[in-house]
C-alpha cells in the first residue's frame, strides 16, 4: 500500500502502478517485492545488467535509474591461476614479479612479451604440460584416455538447455559423419571435454548427458576416427577435477543463448589460464571481448537483440533445417543414432516440439558456430599467433579478479570502508 501511494504522488498511473506492485491478481510477486525492499539491484556482468534496466524491471529503471549498477562478476583468481597452475604462475613471476598477487591489473605487464619468441615457447611448452598431467590424471582416475597431442576443446559448467552443450555436441556429430563419409579428410586432431552436472529431475539436459556418451562410446569402436576425433563425459565432475582441467584447456566454449547468461565466471577461469573463448556475445563474454579484441577471441551467432528480434518475428527451425545441408546431415545422423539407439526424440525436440521447436535456437546459430570454428582450427595451426593470443587474454584477465567485484559491491552498495 506505502508503495502505491507513492506511485500516487509520482502520478504513475494506476494500471502501469498495479504492472509493479508487490500483489496483483492475488498473487505475490517475489521480484517485485525484492525490487522494491532493495536499496541498490545491480546486474553481474555489463549485458546482465542492460537487461534488467531495459527489459526484466525497465518500469522500476525508468522511475529510479540510480538504483540499478553493474558489478561484474569476478574468480578467485589466486586459487584458479597461482594454485592450479603452477607452471603458469612461477613464469609469470619470473617475467613480472610478483604483484599481480595483490593487484591482478599487474597481469597487464606481462603483454611486452607478446613478441617474445622464448616466453611465448614457454606457454606452449606450459600447455603441454598441463594436458599430459591431466590426461595422467584421468587416466588414473577414470579409466579414460585422451591423447594431449590433440586439441583440448572444453565446455565444463552446469548442464542447461540455454548453456547449449547440444549445440556443441551437434557439431561434434557433423564432425563425425564427415570423418564416416571420408577417413582422409583433413582435420586438427582434438579432444572434445565435457564436465558438468544436470539437476536429477531435469530430464532435458539429462538427455543431452546420454546422447555425449552415446557418441564417446561409438567412437571408441572406431579406432581410426579416434585418432582424430574424440569425445569424453566427465563423471561427477568438481571444483577438485576443474582445477586440473582448465590450465589444460586450449579452447574454451561459452556458447549460451545470446541474453540467458547472467554472467558466467567459467570463462574467466579459462581466460586467465590462457584458453581461448569460442563463444556468443553474452554474459561476460561481451566484457571478455573488450579486453582482448576481436582478433584474440572467436565470436559466433545471434546477440541478444538479434535472438529478441527473431523471436517477436517468429522462430522456426525448420526454417533454418532447409536451408542448411549440415544441419540436415546432423538430424540425420541422429535419427539414425549410435550403438543401437536413435535420438530421434532430440531431433523432434528441435524441429516437431509444438508449441515451441528449439527453445534455444540451437539450429539458428549451427551453421555460424561450424564457420567460426573453422577459422579457429585455421588461426590454431599458427602457433606463434595463437600463443600470443593465449598471452594476451592472459594479460588483460585481471580485471575479472574478485577483489575487484568486491571492491565494487562494499562501495557502491554495502557502503563499507576498508579495515587496516
Not at 131 to 142: E, N, T
Amino acid at each position: 500500500e506505502r508503495f502505491l501511494n507513492e506511485m500516487r504522488i509520482l502520478g504513475v498511473p494506476n494500471s502501469e502502478a498495479l504492472d509493479l506492485a508487490i500483489f496483483k491478481n492475488y498473487q505475490i510477486r517475489m521480484a517485485n517485492l525484492c525490487v522494491i525492499a532493495s536499496h541498490i539491484i545491480n546486474g553481474v556482468s555489463t549485458l546482465h545488467t542492460k537487461i534488467i534496466q531495459e527489459s526484466i524491471f525497465k518500469g522500476y529503471y525508468q522511475l529510479d535509474p540510480e538504483k540499478f549498477i553493474n558489478v561484474t562478476n569476478g574468480i578467485a583468481y589466486r586459487r584458479w591461476l597461482n594454485q592450479s597452475n603452477p607452471l603458469l604462475s612461477t613464469l609469470l613471476n619470473n617475467k613480472i614479479g610478483k604483484g599481480y598477487y595483490e593487484n591482478a591489473l599487474k597481469l597487464k605487464d606481462f603483454e611486452k612479451y607478446l613478441y617474445d619468441d622464448k616466453v611465448l615457447s614457454d606457454l606452449e611448452e606450459i600447455k603441454y604440460l598441463n594436458k599430459s598431467s591431466f590426461a595422467k590424471y584421468l587416466y588414473h582416475q577414470k579409466g579414460i584416455y585422451i591423447d594431449p597431442y590433440t586439441r583440448f576443446d572444453v565446455q565444463a559448467k552446469r548442464f542447461h538447455e540455454y548453456k547449449r552443450q547440444l549445440l556443441n555436441i551437434l557439431k561434434i556429430i557433423y564432425f563425425l559423419t564427415t570423418l564416416e563419409e571420408d577417413i582422409n579428410i583433413k582435420i586438427t586432431p582434438q579432444t572434445f571435454i565435457f564436465g558438468g552436472k544436470a539437476a536429477s529431475g531435469y530430464h532435458a539436459a539429462k538427455q543431452v548427458i546420454e546422447l555425449i556418451n552415446h557418441v564417446s562410446i561409438y567412437i571408441d569402436s572406431k579406432p581410426e576416427i579416434k585418432k582424430k576425433l574424440n569425445v569424453v563425459f566427465i563423471e561427477d565432475y568438481n571444483v577438485s577435477i576443474a582445477e586440473k582441467l582448465i590450465p589444460a584447456s586450449e579452447v574454451s566454449e561459452q556458447i549460451s543463448l545470446a541474453g540467458k547468461e547472467a554472467s558466467g565466471t567459467g570463462n574467466m577461469k579459462f581466460m586467465i589460464n590462457g584458453a581461448i573463448t569460442l563463444g556468443t556475445l553474452d554474459g561476460a563474454n561481451v566484457e571478455i571481448s573488450e579486453m582482448v579484441g576481436q582478433d584474440n577471441i572467436f565470436i559466433f551467432g545471434m546477440n541478444a537483440k538479434e535472438v529478441v528480434d527473431l523471436w517477436k518475428r517468429g522462430y522456426y527451425a525448420n526454417d533454418f533445417y532447409q536451408k542448411s545441408e549440415k544441419i540436415q546431415k546432423v538430424i540425420n545422423r541422429l535419427r539414425q543414432g549410435f550403438n543401437g539407439k536413435s535420438f530421434s526424440h532430440i531431433a523432434d525436440y528441435l524441429l516437431n516440439n509444438y508449441p515451441i521447436n528449439d527453445p534455444y535456437m540451437c539450429i539458428a546459430d549451427f551453421d555460424s558456430y561450424l564457420e567460426i570454428h573453422r577459422k579457429m582450427d585455421l588461426i590454431y595451426q599458427d602457433k606463434k599467433k595463437w600463443n600470443q593470443m593465449s598471452l594476451i587474454n592472459i594479460s588483460n584477465a585481471g580485471v575479472f579478479s574478485a577483489d575487484r567485484s568486491i571492491e565494487e559491491y562494499a562501495s557502491k552498495i554495502w557502503n563499507l570502508k576498508k579495515v587496516k
